[in-house]
């Protein structure tokens, strides 16, 4: 007979394995799904995997890998705060949204100023966006005891209707012919966020890796880290502590808001460019699935980021050049959540055979 | 603006309709939520449910074949939520992000042939006389089946929890799974077959969506209904009737909302669209105040040492 046995302490062995361990299985079922739709396997997980980081036409890929992991990587940084704590900011994609809306509302307030301190103040509204949105379920959380997960997630569905708003009202481009959409900011010099766009590099790259130093810093030396893993290991451990809940939830639904907003802002000023009705692809959700997957630790987020932004453009060339459906990455990515949620079960328990003993 | 063309009849009824998606889905999350279970996958199997329903009824011509296919989606979807929760014991939370993100991938590549079909017509109620009724007809009896089942399933569900042994032992399980579990209850296949319940529920309100409500397939249409019926739980405080009562109250505000903005009036149309989202939220905040219905043992693991 099978019998889990729970450990005293979670393993730390299993907790870098499982990982690992669910991307494979996740190869392996992505592998089975491809095939299922009539794409060679085997093909499909090489074009994903290897053409965009050593196929003929990486030198292309390997910049978009940066431009696509920062987003991820700042987004999932902040998420991991409160998911260690348990605080369920779900609504990342929502503050992402609006911290590119007021980030590139500041920018193009300025339009066409040239002046060294656009883009650092396009910065300071970019986090200031996603902080106000992300204090929204914060506030009623302390105040009222609202689920943070549910009201987080419907801001989402309000931003995406702001966003609509926005990119045919209020911020259109008054040159645009009647299209909707703002401005281009890669053509306003001042309020780009590219450093070198042809290696893929913008501040938000930067930001990225500024966030997970911070990250690290703040988790394993200062007291408001340990504060928070203390919350999320011993709840009632933490209460006795004197660990202010309040204020915990404050910190980590706002830090996580404003590193969203920063995602959003860097994008719009920089890979996206404009402010349309389309600009979001998803990188709040798809962070939620990084956090994870880095066991929402900095260093592993920054690795699971990478892996990830991986599966984007793979999945781009694998859609480009093998007919694979969008939808289909889609799923491969929900899958590698499942497999590491279950493989978890290995951190946490032990597997035991157990000889039924006679009575 | 031209509000008198809104006819308060046609109103109510479509009310009903715009209601239906949320009160399935949300009846069944009450089920699960009452064992204990806290599944965040509701939008997830809700899409799934809409897209196996949508591709069914389209293929064989009959919708009530497609509504049954989208139960067994949705059920099907719950069912890696139970491996997960219930088997590997992992974080419900996390899980049920989990079973969204999976079920919105998966609805997008099972949907990509279906995009700009129509589906054969549910059939609606007709009764002679009665469904003819001026005022009261359409809004009392003219309606698909799945409207009354929907009715018909809050009822029910009331009822088991309420009066049976079956609610009393769901209910024990859902306050206190170690108690449960002493008293010699199986506390996870209790749990398996209400998370099943849930998935099916949730998969014909989805349904409800692609073959009734609009009735077309398109990504991402369940729009955030699934989250809405999560919310819709907690300020039901988890009581079947007060379900009908949010559900109906949705309804009203999403119709309303498309009759404003078919009639013209000032407010922008986006503006108009965030209402629903908006007023789920202030309705949570006023009546998250009291949590005292809530089940104890929900979202909690269940391990059972010996």
Known sequence: ?359 | MDLSSINPVLLVASLMVAATPILLAAIGELVVEKAGVLNLGVEGMMITGAICGFAIAVETGSPWLGFAGAAIGGAALSLLFVLLTQVALANQVASGLALTLFGLGLSALLGQGYVGIKPPPTPRLDIPFLSDLPGLGPVLFGHDLILYLGIALVAAVWAMLKYSRAGLILRAVGESHDAAHALGYKVVRIRIMAILFGGACAGLGGAYISLVRVPQWTEGMTAGVGWIALALVVFASWKPWRVLLGAYLFGGITVLQLNLQAAGVAIPVEYLAMSPYLITILVLVILSKDKSNAPASLGKIFHASH
């Not at chain 1, 790259?205 to 500024?210: P, Q, T």
């Not at chain 1, 030396?221 to 451990?237: K, V």
């Open chain 1, 1 to 359: 007979m099978i019998v889990l046995e729970k450990r005293p302490q979670p393993s730390r062995n299993w907790s870098l394995a499982t990982p690992v361990l669910a991307v494979l299985a996740t190869m392996i079922f992505g592998g089975l799904l491809f095939a299922a739709l009539g794409k060679n396997p085997v093909e499909a997980i090489r074009t994903i995997f290897w053409d965009p980081l050593f196929g003929e036409f990486a030198f292309y890929y390997r910049p978009q890998l940066l431009v696509k992991g920062a987003p991820l990587v700042l987004i999932a940084i902040g998420l991991s705060l409160g998911f260690k704590a348990g605080i369920w900011n779900i609504g990342a994609e929502g503050q992402y949204i609006m911290g590119a809306i007021t980030g590139a509302a500041v920018g193009l307030a300025f339009y066409p100023l040239d002046a060294w301190y656009v883009f650092p103040l396009m910065v300071l509204g970019g986090a200031l966006g996603g902080w106000v949105w992300a204090m929204i379920p914060a506030i009623l959380k302390v105040r009222f005891g609202t689920n943070e997960i549910l009201v987080s997630l419907m801001l989402v569905y309000v931003a995406e209707q702001m966003l609509a708003s926005m990119s045919l009202g209020l911020l259109r481009n008054p040159e645009g012919h009647g299209f909707p959409g703002s401005r281009n900011l890669n053509d306003y010099a001042a309020a780009n966020s590219w450093i070198h766009q042809n290696a893929g590099l913008h501040w938000g790259v930067a930001a990225a890796l500024i966030a997970v130093i911070f990250a690290y810093v703040l988790l394993n030396r200062h007291m408001l880290g340990f504060h928070i893993r203390l919350t999320g290991e011993a709840p009632r451990a933490a209460r006795f502590a004197g660990v202010n809940p309040a204020r915990l939830i404050l910190f980590c639904l706002g830090i996580s808001g404003a590193l969203a907003g920063l995602a959003g802002l860097f994008e719009v000023a920089g890979p996206a460019g404009q402010i349309t009705i389309d600009f979001n692809i998803g990188y709040g959700f798809t962070a939620i699935i990084v956090a994870f997957l880095g066991r929402l630790h900095p260093v592993g987020i920054l690795l699971a980021g990478g892996l990830m932004a991986l599966t984007y453009i793979g999945g781009e060339i694998a859609q480009s050049q093998l007919g694979l459906p969008a939808a289909a990455i889609q799923v491969f990515q929900g899958m590698l959540l499942f497999f590491l949620l279950a493989l978890d079960l290995l951190t946490n328990f032990r597997i035991r055979l157990h000889k039924k003993e006679a009575a």
